[in-house]
């Protein structure tokens, strides 16, 4: 018989927490006992999982005690608290925020590009950018193939990569705009509704965005390239769930983009959309709910020999959060890791 494990999710009344439970029933994760997690205002929620009502309970430094794995998305500063509290317990987490994706000594992994990081492993392992996440299980296989030198990205980043009231702000401005009202903005400093303005992150003295900096610091990381040249422009738009990404990607010799197209129609987590004759490449409508990470649109980049460009599109709540945790999980357990 498998081993089932105990399980907790920190952060379980947020959109990833809701996600991590449709994910972990959907996949048939094994667990023997699941324990709900949040802040005492969200105490005593309940929350629907395979059937069974759970009650939400407020995290405290005994809600670890007899856990085996926490899938954590509580925020920087709440994972920072509780993980070296749950780890000294004997627990595995896998923490969603960037809290500990630079730590030298935390594997920041993507399964499909370096599962091989996790048995380095000392308790945390860091679930990496959501932009990140979708971007390298794209670039990578072609990197694999012929090196990567630079690469040049623009994002498209739908509201939940702010959390659920973000989703439903836009919904409520969609609505008010609709109806010749003045929108609300608590969530974000500017109306989304059908507006877009770059990513809402603190921006750097270089005029980087923190979100920004994260897709060039962890892409340099997960890909072990610590010299990759990276720029990242981060626009935030008015999209429910899936991000998308224009990326222009110089390799170290020329890459036809027949075989591009032939490495990335066999890569692992993506799929290849795209019609010319129809103008049909992924869309964020379609990403959304699905697995894989949508590519099409790939073709060389005509100002460059070495280029090539390609267009995105996947789910930021599924594949750029709880799935690829779930999926550390997973990979986890198959290493016998856990």
């Not at 974000?188 to 060039?216: D, I, R, T």
């Not at 981060?234 to 591009?260: D, W, Y």
Request: with cysteine; net charge negative.
């Amino acid at each position: 018989m498998s081993k089932s494990y105990r399980v907790a999710i920190l952060g379980a009344t947020g959109a990833v927490g809701a996600e991590f439970l449709s994910l972990l029933a959907e996949r048939h994760f094994p667990i023997a006992d699941l324990k709900l997690l949040a802040s005492p205002r969200s105490a005593g929620k309940k929350l629907l999982f395979q059937g069974e009502e759970i009650p939400v309970e407020a995290v405290t430094e005994a809600s670890f005690t007899g856990i085996d794995l926490v899938l954590a998305s509580a925020g920087s500063e709440q994972a920072k608290l509780w993980a070296p509290i749950a780890v000294q317990q004997g627990c595995v987490v896998i923490d969603n925020s960037s809290a500990f994706r630079q730590e030298p000594d935390v594997p920041l992994v993507v399964p499909e590009v370096n599962r091989y990081a996790l048995k380095e492993h000392r308790g945390i392992i860091a679930n990496p950018n959501c932009t990140t996440i979708l971007m390298s299980v794209v670039v990578y296989p072609l990197h694999r193939v012929i090196p990567v030198e630079r690469l040049v990205i623009a994002t498209y980043q739908s509201a939940s990569g702010a959390g659920a009231r973000a989703m439903a702000e836009l919904l409520e401005q969609t609505k008010a705009i609709l109806a010749g009202q003045t929108p609300p903005t608590e969530v974000f400093q500017y109306p989304l509704a059908f507006n877009l303005f770059l990513h809402n992150s603190p921006v750097n003295e270089e005029g980087y965005c923190g979100e920004e900096v994260k897709m060039m610091r962890e892409t340099r990381k997960i890909f072990a390239e610590p010299n990759l040249r990276l720029t990242a422009t981060c626009v935030r738009v008015p999209v429910l769930r899936a991000h998308s990404e224009a990326v222009n990607i110089e390799f170290r010799a020329p890459f036809p983009v027949k075989t591009a197209l032939e490495v990335l129609q066999q890569a692992p987590g993506v799929t290849v959309v795209q019609d010319f004759a129809r103008n049909y490449f992924p869309m964020p409508i379609e990403a959304s709910g699905k697995d894989n990470v949508l590519v099409g649109r790939i073709r060389a980049d005509l100002s460059h020999p070495n280029a090539l460009e390609l267009w995105l599109c996947g789910d930021q709540i599924r594949k750029g959060a709880a799935l690829n945790a779930i999926q550390i999980a997973e990979a986890m357990i198959a290493d016998q890791l856990l």
